[in-house]
């Protein structure tokens, strides 16, 4: 039971705090993986969360996988690993094999979806799964189910008139809603400052008389605290919140970007001092919940883990061509 | 058995349909205490409240992306957009994504949605309130398109489109609300999607047409009864999935086709239909197909004689009959 006790001055027990940093390192690691496979020839595209795990990681664990629904979006890797898809089912995705959980090999990879997890399916146009997730929301309220609905998106799709619609009809119908907004700087090559005249996303929250909150996404444990503050008060009937994580991209956009013709080496140096990967594991281990033994086994632990996942996918079979014209309609 | 227009139909449905499944909703501008700018779900919300027949903020892409979410967690929602001209702004959340969600996620999700839309001309309603959007929609693989041209089929698209598990575009012909007139049964029953119906048999000429085209096209045939040319009428009814055996039928026994809708000529649905007669059926035919349809202008424009010039109307299918059953 020493386990679950709590960790002095903190809002989460010592499991919680492990769990939390065993998905942001399982992120990392499978991400960087998938790197090398992409650079190997063996997966076309690869698409990565790497500086974003502490702000996913933090949201995840204050919702509840029995019962919540979340609406990620492409950087999403530890949002829907902590959420319950495994990285045998996430490889799967990567590599376009016929029993990706997400598509099917239908999608380009990092489009998650598992009907099974609660994980809502996906597609490239961003934002459009704001309005979607503040209907999921909507259901839950309809029904006077104790849930919620979470929507994941980056900074530069909130200039999308849908991120505005989901918003205002989310707080006009006061739905349990919670929309996080993952500041990484960049839509794709475009900085912050030219996307919008703004410095917080969060402002933005007041034109629709809900609650904005900013934390840093290097700081889990504030993720955390602000998410379950916004899952009590959507549960309460208070109606959603908007959560924006200042986080910082660490690879280029995608596996087919170049992010040297728009940011400099240095500015990705200075930003890196502040992983959240090692951020979050240098306190843990002030906090005395975490050692050099501990994470040593856990490196170990995490790589078998993601050589299993990639033998596995790897060996996987790939989709038959005459499934093509699968699920057009119910009926198909 | 009662006679209703094709407005009262509309409304009759949905009520019967919402006392029979709760998880329906209606949801839409206007659609609550106002009824609706044409009033066709007036007095929903005092029988099933506010909950359940919901005013929406002004914004098409929410009305239809919040339906997505609601539908994908267990609601039918049957969201209005007030004119099909305003469903543009929603265009990617049914083409990207209502229409693709089954096959993007392997079947593992459905959208049991049903967008309702007034469309169509003649109602002095100029560019932005007369338009025929339903080509736009007959093109995306994963959507269904109905057009009912009777009171009877809008019953019965109606609940059948609700019962369906994907998405349907519904579209009402803003001139058939309180033209058309007809027996509706009390009882529930379902029309099929994708089943045509012939609405007459005839041997010199069949008019292939859809909603509110039938109705001027039955009155195209009685005039030419009397000039002794005998004209057969197949109502699509829905133009995604079509109903090509009904189709090719048609052609086959008349040999000459005359396809007529209100929505502009160029890329509507008489050019696929054309397509499938010419594929299938050509050498049935004894003349080349003809189409007539709105013209290759942006919309329609509101001065009447404008307007009229505009618009498919039964002089007109008369007039191109008679020129084809004379070829």
New interface residues.
């Given amino acids: 039971m020493a386990q679950r006790e709590p960790v002095s001055g903190l809002p989460v027990d010592r499991e919680k705090l492990k769990t939390m940093y065993y998905y942001m390192v399982l992120s990392r690691r499978l991400d960087e993986r998938m790197w090398i496979l992409n650079r190997q020839g063996k997966a076309p595209f690869v698409i990565s969360c790497q500086g974003q795990e502490g702000a996913q990681a933090g949201v995840v664990m204050a919702l509840d996988s029995q019962v919540d629904w979340i609406a990620p979006y492409y950087r999403d890797l530890a949002v829907v690993l902590a959420f319950g898809m495994t990285p045998r089912e996430v490889m799967l995705g990567f590599l376009g094999k016929a029993d990706d959980p997400s598509s099917g090999g239908r999608q380009m990879p990092a489009h998650y979806g598992h009907r099974a997890r609660r994980i809502f399916t996906g597609s490239s146009p961003v934002a459009t799964q704001v309005t979607q997730a503040a209907g999921l929301a909507w259901a839950f309220k309809l029904r006077h189910e104790a849930a919620v609905a979470v929507a994941f998106l980056g900074e530069g799709s909130t200039n999308q008139g849908e991120f505005h619609e989901a918003l205002n009809f989310a707080a006009v119908q006061r739905v349990p809603l919670i929309v996080v907004v993952e500041n990484n700087g960049y839509a794709i090559s475009v900085p912050q400052n030219h996307q919008m005249a703004i410095h917080n996303v969060a402002d933005r929250a007041a034109g629709y008389g809900i609650v904005g909150v900013v934390v840093q996404g290097s700081d889990p444990l504030a993720v955390y605290e602000a998410a379950h503050a916004a899952r009590e008060r959507a549960l309460a009937g208070g109606g959603p919140t908007l959560i924006e994580a200042k986080t910082y991209r660490y690879t280029a956009h995608s596996s087919d970007d170049d992010d040297r013709s728009y940011r400099s080496r240095e500015e990705l140096l200075r930003e890196k001092a502040d992983d959240p990967v090692v951020v979050f594991r240098e306190s843990l281990m002030r906090l005395n919940v975490w050692d050099e033994r501990q994470e040593e086994r856990l490196q170990q632990e995490v790589r078998a883990v993601v050589d299993d996942a990639t033998e596995y996918a790897l060996n996987a079979a790939m989709p038959d061509p005459s499934t093509l014209m699968d699920h057009v309609y119910e009926k198909d | 058995m009662a006679v209703m227009s094709y407005l009262e139909a509309i409304r009759e449905t949905l009520r019967q349909e919402m006392r029979h499944d709760e998880r329906i909703?209606i949801y839409g501008e206007d659609v609550g205490v106002r009824g609706g700018v044409f009033r066709v779900t007036e007095g929903l919300q005092k029988e099933f409240g506010e909950?359940?027949v919901?005013d929406?903020?002004l914004?098409e892409?929410?009305i239809?992306?919040?339906?997505?979410?609601?539908?994908?967690?267990?609601?039918r929602?049957v969201p209005e957009i007030q004119f099909a001209d305003f469903i543009f702004?929603a265009i990617?959340?049914i083409v990207?994504?209502a229409a693709?969600?089954?096959?993007?996620?392997?079947?593992?999700?459905?959208v049991p949605l049903v967008i309702r839309a007034p469309f169509g001309g003649g109602v002095h309603g100029a560019l932005y309130h007369s338009q025929s959007v339903e080509a736009f929609f007959a093109h995306v693989?994963?959507l269904?398109v109905v057009i009912p041209s009777t009171p009877y089929d809008a019953k019965g698209l109606l609940a059948a489109a609700i019962q369906?598990?994907?998405p349907v575009l519904y579209f009402e012909h803003k001139a058939a609300y309180r033209s058309i007139k007809g027996e509706v049964p009390d009882e529930r029953y379902l029309i099929p999607i994708g089943k045509a119906d012939l609405k007459r048999t005839g041997k010199d000429v069949s008019i292939i047409t859809y909603g509110l085209m039938v109705n001027y096209a039955l009155k195209a045939a009685e005039t030419l009864e009397k000039e002794g040319i005998s004209v057969e009428i197949l109502d699509l009814r829905s133009i995604r999935p079509l109903d090509v055996e009904m189709i090719l039928e048609t052609a086959k026994r008349t040999g000459k086709v005359l396809i007529v809708h209100e929505d502009n000529l160029t890329g509507g649905i008489g050019g696929e239909v054309s397509a499938l007669i010419a594929e299938h059926a050509l050498f049935h035919l004894d003349a080349p197909i003809m189409r007539l349809a709105g013209p290759d202008v942006p919309a329609m424009p509101y001065s009447p004689p404008l307007e009229h010039a505009f618009m498919v109307t039964s002089d007109k299918i008369t007039e191109a009959a008679r020129k084809l059953a004379k070829f």
């Fill in positions: 909703i909950d359940r919901i929406s903020p914004a892409a929410a239809v992306g919040t339906a997505i979410g609601a539908a994908v967690n267990g609601l929602p702004p990617n959340q990207q994504e693709r969600i089954r096959y993007r996620s392997n079947g593992a999700f459905g693989p994963g269904k369906d598990e994907d």
